[in-house]
Nanobody, 115 residues
Framework: QVHLVESGGGLVQAGGSLRLSCAASGSIFSINVMGWYRQAPGKQRELVATYTNGGTINYVDSVKGRFTISRDNAKNTVYLQMNDLKPNDTAVYCC?????????WGQGTQVTVSS
């Protein structure tokens, strides 16, 4: 089992920044991908950013140039730095980890961007 705990969400004005953190514990060896999804009210869940063990990083087009995913292996933590936030970024952001064919999820953290 992998346990994920997120922090760092909140309310911010458009143009502002937030940093989300996701700390992994439990059977963290062999986690091969960590990343972030988001889901806004009435919309489908969207994959925002991923970071593989090999160092490959991917972003959804709408956040490229504004969001940065990073990973601290010593702390078993993945971060999502979000800059120049827009109202359309408002959503519940969930951390996930992929290990051994199983996907583990965090509880989610709300990000609200006011215009």
């Amino acid at each position: 089992q992998v346990h994920l705990v997120e922090s760092g969400g909140g309310l911010v004005q458009a143009g502002g920044s937030l940093r989300l953190s996701c700390a992994a514990s439990g059977s963290i060896f062999s986690i091969n991908v960590m990343g972030w999804y988001r889901q806004a009210p009435g919309k489908q869940r969207e994959l925002v950013a991923t970071y593989t063990n090999g160092g490959t990083i991917n972003y959804v087009d709408s956040v490229k140039g504004r969001f940065t995913i990073s990973r601290d292996n010593a702390k078993n933590t993945v971060y999502l730095q979000m800059n120049d936030l827009k109202p359309n970024d408002t959503a519940v952001y969930c951390c996930y980890a992929h290990r051994g064919g199983v996907v583990y999820w965090g509880q989610g953290t709300q990000v609200t961007v006011s215009s």
